[in-house]
């Protein structure tokens, strides 16, 4: 088998990451006025619960694309390098960016009342360099931007997870399923690099219609169990995310019949922008969440049907804006994104 990559699985590529991002725009689309209500509660959750899986589908694809054509250590090194501009430059770009939106949004009367919190310019100017630094890039201030920062980490030990998915076969993912009960998210960055390392093929496997439902039918009754109460133990839940990750990287080659759709219809318009959709949505989407319910009022129905909407609410004024920046300062949108 070969580690393919053809116009196909690149097309599923730019087509899925935008839906995962989606996922995630989901995931932080929950009311905290939705604990009063039983209903709304369990549909938030839930619904959090599933879309969770595309923080663990993004550590595995970044995984799997950094390894592809590594062959050498210096191979490593020179895709580290470019990683300083396509993921490092951007994190740091874009923390920068969500404080001073925020500054700019507490200091216009009436809409400062839609900002969690407030003082973030007292804050950065009364504590020490060191703490602005913290608070800028290792908390980090934009807290959606975690996932580029365990990313970046992760990319330094890349060297580690090469040589023993290389050399040690299977036994490199055993390892990595006992490092989730120090770190779980590097699993899944881990299974991508053995993916890639052994050439595995991700176009043309094993995935009878029947076995795709059971993993779906598997990953939805556990986010059940979870809701329900049952306790949450870290290696079953991996194993289980990792028959989400199947789930859902086949689903989308049964939807679609394996045809490329980046081109058409709605994709035509979204797809290409989940990486400034990511950066982009906090804070702005915690105005969309908060002026929803200030206009229809706070009730069991409005917090259900906002929590279904404002999601592509953000998911339109982002790409709204992107390409408006795309337009007007190419440059700038083109260093916001890493080049992509």
């Known amino acids: 088998m070969s580690c393919i990559m053809n116009r196909y699985i690149s097309d599923k590529l730019t087509v899925l990451s935008t839906v995962l991002i989606i996922m995630v725009v989901y995931v932080h689309s929950s009311y905290s006025e939705a604990e009063q209500y039983t209903v709304a509660k369990i549909i938030q959750d839930y619904t959090?619960?599933?879309?969770?899986?595309?923080?663990?589908?993004?550590?595995?694809?970044?995984?799997?694309?950094?390894?592809?054509?590594?062959?050498?250590?210096?191979?490593?090194l020179i895709k580290i390098k470019k990683r300083v501009r396509t993921l490092l430059i951007p994190y740091v770009l874009w923390n920068i960016i969500f404080v001073l939106w925020y500054i700019v949004l507490e200091s216009i009367p009436g809409v400062n009342g839609f900002c969690n919190g407030s003082g973030t310019l007292d804050k950065y100017v009364s504590q020490s360099i060191i703490e602005s630094m913290n608070d800028l890039f290792v908390s980090p201030a934009a807290f959606q931007l975690w996932f580029l920062r365990d990313l970046l980490i992760m990319m330094i030990f890349t060297p580690v997870?090469?040589?023993?998915?290389?050399?040690?076969?299977?036994?490199?993912?055993?390892?990595?399923?006992?490092?989730?009960?120090?770190?779980?998210?590097?699993?899944?960055?881990?299974?991508?690099?053995?993916?890639?390392?052994?050439?595995?093929?991700?176009?043309?496997?094993?995935?009878?219609?029947?076995?795709?439902?059971?993993?779906?039918?598997?990953?939805?009754?556990?986010?059940?169990?979870?809701?329900?109460?049952?306790?949450?133990?870290?290696?079953?839940?991996?194993?289980?995310?990792?028959?989400?990750?199947?789930?859902?990287?086949?689903?989308?080659?049964?939807?679609?019949?394996?045809?490329?759709?980046?081109?058409?219809?709605?994709?035509?318009?979204?797809?290409?922008?989940?990486?400034?959709?990511?950066?982009f949505h906090e804070p702005t989407f915690n105005i969309v969440k908060k002026l929803a319910i200030a206009v229809f009022g706070v009730h069991e129905f409005s917090l259900i049907f906002f929590y279904y909407i404002n999601p592509w609410i953000m998911v339109f004024i982002a790409i709204y804006v992107a390409k408006t920046l795309q337009h007007i300062m190419p440059l700038v949108y083109n260093t916001l994104m890493g080049g992509r």
């Open 48 to 76: 959090s619960r599933l879309c969770g899986i595309a923080n663990c589908l993004f550590f595995c694809i970044s995984g799997y694309l950094f390894a592809r054509d590594i062959t050498s250590y210096k191979d490593i």
């Open 161 to 279: 997870f090469w040589w023993l998915s290389k050399n040690i076969g299977w036994l490199a993912l055993l390892i990595a399923g006992i490092s989730t009960l120090v770190y779980p998210w590097l699993l899944y960055f881990w299974v991508g690099i053995f993916l890639s390392t052994k050439k595995i093929d991700i176009y043309d496997y094993w995935r009878p219609t029947w076995f795709v439902i059971f993993c779906a039918l598997v990953f939805s009754g556990y986010a059940v169990c979870m809701e329900v109460g049952m306790k949450n133990f870290s290696i079953i839940g991996s194993l289980v995310d990792l028959i989400g990750l199947y789930a859902v990287w086949t689903l989308y080659d049964i939807l679609t019949n394996r045809e490329q759709i980046a081109g058409k219809g709605l994709w035509k318009y979204i797809s290409g922008y989940s990486f400034f959709i990511y950066c």
